[in-house]
Each structure stands twice: as C-alpha cells, then as structure tokens.
T-cell receptor
Framework: KAGVTQTPRYLIKTRGQQVTLSCSPI?????VSWYQQTPGQGLQFLFE???????NKGNFPGRFSGRQFSNSRSEMNVSTLELGDSALYLC????????????????FGEGSRLTVL | GENVEQHPSTLSVQEGDSAVIKCTYS??????FPWYKQELGKRPQLIID?????GEKKDQRIAVTLNKTAKHFSLHITETQPEDSAVYFC???????????FGSGTKLNVKP
C-alpha cells in the first residue's frame, strides 16, 4: 500500500507570494491533517479535513487555508507569504472516522519544505 | 486548548543505557497519547501509544507510562542502540477530536 505522498518536496518563494501544497493520503483514509514543523516548536496543528469538510482547526491566521477533494486528496494554501512561514509542512492521513472513541494512528508524509526569502 | 510540554530537549546516553523522556499535558479531557520517532530527514513514525484507561504499555525495549492524576506520561527506552538516535515527539489528543497537540521534541543521541 502506498504511503502518504506530498508534493512538492522543496520550494522557495519570496515574501508576498502564495503557495499551494498537495497531499495524497493512504488509500482508504478519509481524514487528512496538516502540521507545521519548525525547529524548537515541534509540530503545530493547522487543520484537519474529513469527507471534504474541515473538521478541526488550529490557531493559524486566515492566510492558511485548505481543502479536500472527493478522492480524499488535500491541498493547503498559504497566501501573502511571510519569512516566518518557512517550515516543513507535514500532511498526515488516518482512519479516524469521527465516531466516538475511534482513534486513528497518524501516518505522515515526508513533508514539503518551504523556504520564504 | 491543550498544552503539551516535553523534557528534556536533548538527551545523550551511552549505548546500552536507558533513556527516559517526559511529557505533561494540561487538558484532563485528553485520552490518547502517542509517541513518534523522527529520524533525520525522514517522516515522523508512531512507535508506541497509550490510552487513558491504561497505566503502562510495553513493546520490546520501549515502554510508556501514564499518570492521569498528575497529567504526565513518559517514554522509556531500555538497552539503547545507535539506531535509536532520533527526535522523539509526544502528543496528546482529546476524546473524539482528531487534533493532536505535540510536544517540542527530544533529540536523543546514543553514543556507541
């Protein structure tokens, strides 16, 4: 079974630009989450999508947005890039259905490393 | 919201020694606590997890303990090997929310 696939793996942007990152989850996984990883900060939750609906949201500004398609693939977009947005963006998929007590292990992709100059 | 604190930030041990990493959480509604290992340049991978109705769980050289009253949980690695060198993250998740709060990570260095 193929793992979580993220594209692009590396990208360089300048301040003010926008960027779109893509994530293909493991087949059968309907939950896709996005995390920002920066040195010393660990992983910060951005948002989670399930069946094309944003189900959970972290404490990031509105410049960060996402969506999920009917095939469970997800994209996240960052507009008006700032230097502080430089980070590794990790996508994770899971089997979590939202049913009470159903916990799904997170399977991470290798990430998209964004550098903002 | 939930706040997860992790200590130490770096840990250096001799091969064969034990390593302990500790995390505390703030929200008593959290009920699922996984640990992830991230090797340099690779994706985080789950190594062990524990639910709030269990006090301890072991998997070969790795164990996790949970103290719900004190709101802390710990990762124990025995007989460490050089391949255990990585960054370890603890996390907490609330019941029925697929939103994980991660600690800031512990860089474990196992010296041969």
């Amino acid at each position: 079974k193929a793992g979580v696939t993220q594209t692009p793996r590396y990208l360089i942007k300048t301040r003010g630009q926008q960027v779109t990152l893509s994530c293909s989850p493991i087949s059968g996984h309907r939950s896709v989450s996005w995390y920002q990883q920066t040195p010393g900060q660990g992983l910060q939750f951005l948002f989670e999508y399930f069946s094309e609906t944003q189900r959970n949201k972290g404490n990031f500004p509105g410049r960060f947005s996402g969506r999920q398609f009917s095939n469970s693939r997800s994209e996240m977009n960052v507009s008006t890039l700032e230097l502080g947005d430089s980070a590794l963006y990790l996508c994770a998929s899971s089997l979590a259905t939202g049913l009470a007590g159903v916990v799904g292990e997170l399977f991470f992709g290798e990430g998209s490393r964004l550098t903002v100059l | 919201g939930e706040n997860v604190e992790q200590h130490p930030s770096t840990l250096s041990v001799q091969e064969g020694d034990s390593a302990v990493i500790k995390c505390t959480y703030s929200d008593s509604a959290s009920n699922y606590f996984p640990w992830y290992k991230q090797e340099l340049g690779k994706r985080p991978q789950l190594i062990i997890d524990i639910r709030s109705n269990v006090g301890e769980k072991k998997d070969q050289r790795i164990a996790v303990t949970l103290n719900k009253t004190a709101k802390h949980f710990s990762l124990h690695i025995t007989e460490t090997q050089p391949e255990d060198s990585a960054v370890y993250f603890c996390a907490a998740r609330k019941y029925n929310f697929n939103k994980f709060y991660f600690g800031s990570g512990t860089k474990l260095n196992v010296k041969p």
